[in-house]
């Protein structure tokens, strides 16, 4: 499909899940606008598509920061929002995790949605149109054991995501979320060494134990996920929705 004429938003948008995201619709034709809170790898993201391709730095979970993106796009017609932004959070049973630890991930993983969905919505509702995807993850809906905040602010997600389309869709706001599975990249590979050391296994035991509960036997790419964006904006009849992009992790 075409996004040409588009401006996209693309929070956590300079590295693995964001990045991907931003090639794919900025691949479509859309004009992309890539958030996040380090700025060296937004700029050389930006550079590496040229045009129709620019940055901007911003906290999600920071309500001074995401008012001050919003400002900076006033003049633009942001019609596409991808909140991508989110951490991973500890490892470790709940009884180990500290408040502190539990409340960063819900600022980043939850409150940032929300807060973006809060500054950028109005203009959408105004227009008429719009198309809002929230990332989210199988791991919602299928026990991760000792990933406890992380779960529960993706399981989140979906309920503000379900919620929020009945009060946007009848003013012509499409608002859906992504589920991706286990997705190929650092962040696996970081879970997969951790397991392996709580378990006194190998690490190619630990990737093994955890890929063979998928149907297709694999993890899903990056470059699958960013595909699966531009397919959801392309299914404009989609609202309310939880797609599962997990190689049959949840069937």
């Known amino acids: 499909m075409s996004l040409a004429g588009r401006t996209a938003l693309v929070t956590g948008g300079g590295s693995g899940l964001g990045a991907a995201i931003a090639r794919?619709?900025?691949?479509?034709?859309?004009?992309?606008?890539?958030?996040?809170?380090?700025?060296?790898?937004?700029?050389?993201?930006a550079a590496e598509l040229g045009d129709r391709a620019e940055w901007r730095g911003c906290d999600v979970a920071d309500p001074s920061s995401v008012a001050e993106l919003a400002e900076s796009l006033e003049r633009t017609?942001?019609?596409?929002?991808?909140?991508?932004?989110?951490?991973?959070?500890?490892?470790?049973?709940?009884?180990?995790?500290?408040?502190?630890?539990?409340?960063?991930?819900?600022?980043?993983?939850?409150r940032g949605v929300y807060l973006v969905c809060r500054a950028f919505l109005p203009a959408m509702?105004?227009?008429?149109?719009?198309d809002v995807i929230n990332l989210a993850s199988v791991s919602g809906k299928r026990?991760?054991?000792?990933?406890?905040?992380?779960?529960?602010?993706?399981?989140?997600?979906i309920g503000l995501t379900s919620t929020l389309?009945?009060?946007?869709?009848p003013h012509g706001v499409n608002v859906n979320s992504l589920s991706p599975g286990p997705v190929e990249g650092e962040?696996?590979?970081?879970?997969?060494?951790?397991?392996?050391?709580?378990?006194?296994?190998?690490?190619?035991?630990?990737?093994?134990?955890f890929i063979s509960r998928s149907a297709l036997g694999r993890m899903v790419t990056e470059t699958e996920v960013g595909a699966a964006v531009v397919a959801m904006l392309a299914m404009p009849g989609m609202c309310g929705a939880d797609v599962d992009l997990s190689a049959g992790m949840v069937a």
């Not at 017609?77 to 819900?106: C, H, K, M, Q, R």
């Not at 026990?143 to 997600?157: D, Q």
């Open 24 to 45: 794919a619709l900025h691949a479509a034709g859309a004009h992309l606008v890539v958030v996040g809170r380090r700025a060296t790898p937004l700029r050389e993201l």
């Open 77 to 110: 017609e942001v019609s596409i929002v991808v909140n991508n932004a989110g951490i991973p959070g500890p490892v470790a049973p709940l009884t180990a995790i500290e408040p502190s630890e539990w409340d960063e991930v819900f600022a980043v993983n939850v």
């Open 125 to 130: 509702v105004a227009r008429g149109s719009g």
């Open 143 to 157: 026990p991760l054991t000792r990933r406890t905040p992380y779960c529960a602010s993706k399981m989140a997600v």
């Open 165 to 169: 389309a009945f009060e946007v869709g």
């Open 187 to 209: 962040r696996m590979n970081r879970n997969f060494r951790l397991e392996a050391e709580r378990t006194g296994t190998t690490y190619e035991a630990a990737q093994q134990a």
